[in-house]
């Protein structure tokens, strides 16, 4: 793929005949301008506190799997800033799921420490008040000895909105929000061919980086950056010709092509041995393969379908360049999805409790398992060979140091960057970040920040 010129639209169209306002058509340009964001965001204990404030208690975000929590009395905790939070299943039904900060009304303590666990109710390891799993009152211990003003409205667990697509569960902490839904505006119909409620976690990770959870989550919204940090993937994987899609609610995508050469690759000429491998992860055989590397993108489509067929995977919603391509989704304000037909990896970043300088990184991998020890998933999903993929077991929650292995060779490249990046927006010398239209996700997300900060939202 020799270098195209850049669309004056401002966006490559990879379908350009779909139909307007269909999943996979070029959405109308957003001109979202040209200013240079300021750069306290990244390090300002005083921006941290406002954005807790003013956007992170305002937002949806994603707390979990519902499949995390398959019966009742079943919960996980969610951390997130200073918060933390306890999500729980009080009933079988899909939507029986409640979500209550994690502190106990007597003087403050955490009621749940583990990740995960299962109760019948929830007790105060300090004074043994307790709380039954919907989160109303079930005993005061020597509640006698307390004046009746004190304890009089019996106080339920406090509740914050809970809602669940496709097997993720969403918190809110604005009980006026509008719904979860409504929130994730065309990401639900765009998602529904992945089909991500029957998926099964096969991989979960938690890190700690040293940097802003913005500057983590910025290094994912854009592949501009490939070219420098991830040039082993230039054979097979077009980062120039992309397509960006920017949606309502700080919301966007970019429509990645596997199976391509980068226009920012030397050699454009022959069926390199990343393509082989793609096609060879296809099942279809790369010395078999007599055509030009511009074509190979179409030969794994069509291998792609018809082993979906051989393993009783249902492709039949996908178009065939969604058999190749990443549908690459921001999901504002924390998450990106890496879409893929085989399954979905996810990246959430979490502001840490106190200090702005650091975040938490988490990498979950979904897939649609197939009960074959010889089926993997492409290698571009980062799934160790050594990875159950039948779904039969819920991997343990690996928490893991920064620079540890177990992030897989992009992650970890671009995780390199992160502590670099944190100390250099504090730098007298720097003024702010000048986007390209490469980055107009970033803009998109960063003006949407915006409207909560100055009270828009
Ligand atoms: S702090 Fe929870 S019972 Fe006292
Ligand atoms: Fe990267």
Known sequence: MKKPNFPTSRSFSLEPNASAGSPSALSPYVDNGTDIFTTERYHDIEFARKEWTHMWRKTWSLAGLASDIPNTGDYFKYDVGPESFIVVRTGSGDHDISAFYNVCHHRGNRLVFDDFGSVDKFVCAFHLWSWNIDGSLLNIQDRETFREEVVCDNPPLTEVRCETWQGLVFINMDPDAAPLLEFLDVLPEHLA??????MKIIKDL?????????IAHDAFVEVYHVQSVHPEILPFFNDYQVQWDLYANGMSRMLLKFGEVSPHFQDQEAVNEGLKALLEEADVDPEAYSGEPDGVRKAIQQGKRAKAQRLGLDFSAFTDNQLTDDWNYSIFPNVTFNAHPEGLLIQRFRPHARDPQKSVYDLMVLIHPVDDPKYRVPAYMGVEDDVDLSGKVRPQRRHIGYGEEGLGMVISQDSVMMGH?????????????????????LR???LELARYMNGEK
Request: hydrophobic share 25%; glycine share 8%.
């Open 444 to 446: 998109h997300w960063h």
């Open 206 to 214: 938690q890190t700690e980086w040293p940097c802003n959870w913005k």
């Open 421 to 441: 990046m944190q100390e250099g927006v504090q730098s007298h010398g720097y003024a702010g970040a000048r986007y390209s239209e490469q980055e107009q996700q």
């Open 193 to 198: 061919p992945f089909n991500i409620a029957d």
